[in-house]
């Protein structure tokens, strides 16, 4: 092909990717989110879904898209046309597989754009009523005297809560064993049945659990307190300096997709969490809206979360199922 018509070709992409931009949307977006309907993730990402729409003009559609954890929704994301079309709400299992998982269908920073982070998400860490613990120095005695006793349940290899007890365990010494669920829901019910000894869940479930009197709240994961539950003291304050564990959702759209596109989705981003009442039913779902929603600075938070994470799995011995 001649230069002229390198060129010539080259200006009709730019052009036609100018075009897209200017009439973006002109239909529904869909927003795949790759965890179960119900889930916190989920939950969230409809409140974000139906104020974004507001912003947008257009509908976004929540596709709840599973399987092989989280990596189904994100590989059918990171395959999709880069039209601003197809988005991405995820969480820090983005930054966790691509050290835990040796053979992913995609590149977690080669195959994404970054739109905004939404919202971090801090854990709890809970027990059931028959433990004989009621703050964690309590407990992680008690996990000492009895090394039977020192069970967890997570909702999956690589899950938040997983990667979060992981960090506990190097940080205080104390041998653990996993017991790995699918999801949430199955870990919560067994803790309840006293299957194991403690569980570190998303604050969005964990508190409401623990609110009323079915297992018991002993602390938040976050480096300070949440204002959900001000008496719950943080681990850190609880004698394990340093640790800090969280969730959040994060916006991300294909690679390659227009940046004036992005930037229109980031302005709607920005719109829904500016909302009063889009705030108070984030806050109320136990997540701590983002102070920095930048695609710049979520590239930036992404990378960090890679290095954080990957030196657990790496240090913790962590494998796939």
Do not use: C
């Amino acid at each position: 092909m001649s230069r002229r018509l390198v060129a010539f070709a080259g200006a009709l992409a730019l052009a036609g990717s100018a075009f897209a931009a200017d009439t973006f949307p002109s239909k529904s977006v869909v927003l795949v989110i790759p965890y179960a309907a119900g889930g916190p993730t989920d939950a969230l990402g409809r409140v974000l879904a139906d104020q974004m729409s507001k912003a947008l003009g257009q509908r976004i559609v929540v596709e709840n898209r599973t399987g092989a954890g989280v990596m189904v929704g994100t590989e059918a994301v990171a395959r999709a046309k880069p039209d601003g079309y197809t988005l991405l709400l995820t969480t820090v299992a983005h930054a966790v597989n691509p050290t835990l998982q040796p053979k992913l269908a995609y590149d977690t920073r080669r195959d994404f754009a970054s739109v905004g982070l939404a919202a971090t998400v801090p854990l709890v860490i809970l027990t059931h009523a028959g433990v004989p613990a009621r703050t964690l120095p309590e407990l992680l005695t008690y996990l000492k005297a009895q090394p039977a006793q020192a069970t967890y349940g997570s909702a999956g290899i690589g899950s938040a809560p997983h990667i979060a007890t992981e960090l506990l365990r190097l940080k205080t010494g104390i041998p653990m064993r996993h017991i790995p669920y699918r999801g949430t829901a199955p870990a919560m019910n067994d803790l309840m049945g006293g299957q194991f000894t403690f569980f570190i869940d998303s604050a969005t479930t964990g508190l409401k659990f623990a609110s009323s009197g079915k297992v018991r709240a002993l602390a938040i994961t976050s480096a300070r307190r949440s204002p959900l539950a001000p008496d719950l003291p943080t681990v850190a304050e609880s004698g394990v300096p340093g640790y800090e564990a969280y969730t959040w959702n994060a916006l991300f759209a294909p690679a390659g997709t227009p940046p004036a596109v992005i930037a229109k989705v980031q302005t709607a981003l920005n719109d829904a969490l500016a909302d009063r009442a889009t705030r108070e039913r984030i806050v109320g779902l136990g997540a701590e809206i983002a102070a920095d929603t930048t695609p710049a600075s979520l590239d930036a938070f992404v990378q960090a979360e890679i290095v954080k994470w990957g030196e657990v799995v790496r240090a913790s011995g962590m494998r796939p199922e």
